[in-house]
Each structure stands twice: as C-alpha cells, then as structure tokens.
C-alpha cells in the first residue's frame, strides 16, 4: 500500500529545498556593484566598518539587511542610502551592477568627480540624490533612460554644461532640483512647462549664473546689454542727425553770408564804373 504524505511534510520539504538558496551568497551584481562601490569611497568616519569583504559577500538574507545603508527586498538590493556620512572619494560606474536598485542616496558627504552615465543602466531606479556633494562635469543626458525616475535632486554641487533635453520626456518625475551649480544654457521647455502650466519652479534652477529661461527672471546682465545696445544705437543716431542738421545749417549759412558778400561787391563795381563813363 502507498503512503501519500501529509501537508506538513510536503511544506517542510519544499523549505528545506528553498532554505539553501535562501542563504546563498549575494547576487554576484549585487556584490560587485558594493564591493567596487566601497573601494572608491573614502570613510574617515568610519561608517562602512562592517562594509567588510564576508558581509559584502552576503549583504541580503530575503529582506534583512546586514549592511548599513543597504535596504533589501527578496534577497535583492533594493535601496542604498548612504546621507551625511562624510563619505569622500567618487561614485563608482559598477553601481550599474544593482540592477533592481530604485532609490540612490549618496547626499551631504564630499564625493568628487563625474556623474557615471553607466547609472542609465538602473532601469528600475525611482529616486537619484546626490545633492550636496562637490561632483563636477556634465549631466549625463544618459540618465533619461531611467525612465521611473521620479527625484532628480543634484543641487549644490560643481555640475557644469547645460540641463539634458531629454530630462524633459521623464513623464513621472515630480521632483526635480539642479540649484546651485554651474549650469549655463537655456531651460529644456519641457522641464520648465507643462501644458502651458509651470512644472517646476524658478527654486529648481536658483543659483546657476548663465543658466537662463522660465522659470527663472530675465537675467540682469543680459537684460541690460541689450538695452545698452539699443541705447547706443539710438545715441548714435540722434547724434549723426544733429549733427548732420548742424552742418546743413553751417552751409546754408556761409552760402548766405557769400552770397551778400559778392552782392556788395558788384554794387561797388557797377558805381566806379558808371562813374567813369563819360555823360551822353
């Protein structure tokens, strides 16, 4: 006679198969992309002390977490959140390993150099901070690719070149802050307008000298150089005319005097000789 297993023993059975995946070692993404994230950065804070190479190894178990600053989500990193740990150094291109990654906070510290393009390759990403840094270079147009962006915050830090186009197609994206920086350029229209209502306003791009467009006020220096133009345009032809008007004014006034001048002569003429000729 065959014995059917009961209910029980088929659901312990099955977790005893699942249970080995469950504590297997990390998505080999997942720990390339910490690892090589860990290296580029600088600690002197010492807040990624237990970054160390075993728990990098197997930084998730489902959803609990054995790295700080590391939020996972079935064994997968969900979320990297690193604020205001004084972290130095740069942000390393393999972050693009994370791929279930949707939200990267790396604001308040001293990171350095570029934006990598590579973080495009984070399709799922929803949330990109990295404000109050010291990061230099342009924005990569790249990151458009992302396309559940919802927080682009890049403020206060050394960015140059001008805002991306495409930033502009990022349809969920309701948050969005570039502020003092060194941005120059016109404002994509589609960032600045969205069926003829503001989408962000002029706080979103405060702070950047040669950035220009709505929402921002006209700038200043350019306001008044085009002014300056038209000022020197009319000055000088107002000038040219009165001029112009003085000179005839001279000229008609020689003319005259010249013009008397060879009348009184001719009468003086015409007595000496009439005068001379003798009376008939």
Known sequence: MMLVPSAAAAAAAVAALLLPLLMAGADPSDESCLLNLRNSL????????????????????GFTSYLVGVTCNNGRIYKLSLPARSLGGSISPFLSNCTNLQTLDLSSNSLTGPIPAELSSLLNLAILNLSSNHLSGQIPPQLSFCAYLNV?????????????????LLVRLSVFDVSYNRLEGPIPVLLSNR?????????????????????????RGRGLSVLAIVGIGLGSGMISLVL??????????VTEQNSATAGGVMNDEDGKISHAMPDY
């Open 195 to 219: 069926t003829g209502l503001p989408r962000f306003n002029a706080s979103s791009f405060v702070g950047n000298k040669e950035l220009y467009g709505y929402p921002l006020p006209p700038m």
């Open 152 to 168: 682009i915050d890049l403020h206060s830090n050394d960015l140059s070149g001008p805002i991306p186009d495409q930033f502009g």
């Open 244 to 253: 112009s008007f003085t000179a005839v004014c001279i000229w008609l006034r």
């Open 42 to 61: 600088e600690d002197p804070a010492n807040s990624l002390r237990k970054w160390t190479k075993s728990t990098l190894a197997s930084p998730c178990n």
